[in-house]
């Protein structure tokens, strides 16, 4: 049994990962009293006014709480900045609009696009008649486990293309640079964006977010419902990782040396404070649609949702390969970031079989 030693004794707290232990804050452990070496993280206040903060749904920079840590230079990360209501109009954009064509998602490797058109239009009213404890067949929304915007990500080449890509949403974009900005990006353009589905029994491999071409620019990353095991390694794979907890509304940044660090999520657990839902996704913004928001809310209670958000290409920067043909298809894309499920279902791939590897030294995938 492997174990991550932190500094403090007393605020240790071990999470079992496939027969293996991390060390780790304990889930209601403010990040900010962490036993780590963490340091408050000065932002660019003056980059985004309190009115554009607003307008992307954000709190005035000036009131974020912003950690780096010690030995990770360029990791920064955010404890949940949004205004009261936005955390729920970002679940349902991953919900309902952006799974939606012409994005691509894991389900698209199996079904046809006419039964990935609407995923929400298909999956909404098994989701309202979900009831705790009973065993249903899943929806095809719980079935979902990544889409992609902007560059499409290419899974197999690992790369994106010129040809691969569809207009990223505006919104997510507005919200990303103007996050980007506050760290000191104002340069920052969102042109790709990966969205992970996880449910309790998901986790993401160990990987390096290196397809880039321009690793200058911030990698950010959102999450939303249950919370997570971020696992922060170092730039080789066998360097022993750091446990993060990531709740609902944090935002995480990696930017400059800690630009391309591994990184994994062993596990997705209960948030804090005892209820189905965190707190922070109780309150609704004016005119919100309950209904809708009671589909999301049933599909969270067991889920967390991630949008990880990119620059691709850096200025007057242009893809090697425009030349090539790659199309829309995804017939031939098997994933090497993906879930594991425990019954494999439409477009998820096969879990792992066998004794159980380390996820740190696993091979790199969503599992
Ligand atoms: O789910 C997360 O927090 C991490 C996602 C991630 O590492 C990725 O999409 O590359």
Redesign the pocket.
Known sequence: MKRFETSRQSERHYIKCKDYYYCCCPPDCDFSSFCWQVVTTQLNVSAVSDGEACKAGLQPINKWKAYGIDGYPGFMFIVDPFLPGWQRYWTKRCLKTYPRKPNICNLDLHMSTEETQDLWERSKEQLRRKRPGKREGKSLLEKLRWVTLGYHYNWDTKRYSANHYTAFPSELAHLSERVAAACGFQQFKAEAG?L?Y?HFDSS?GI?V?ESELDHSKPLL?F?FGQS?V?LLGGRRREDAPLPLF?HSGDI?VMSGKSRLLY?A?PRVLPCQGGGTLPGCLEQAADGADQPEWDVCATYLQDSRI?M?VRQVLGPGQRFTDESESESLSVASQSSS?QHSVPEPQSGAPEPQSGAPEPIWRGGGEHC
């Open positions: 990966i992970n996880y993401l990987h977010d990353s999450s997570a971020f990531m995480m990184h999520i991630n990880t970031h």
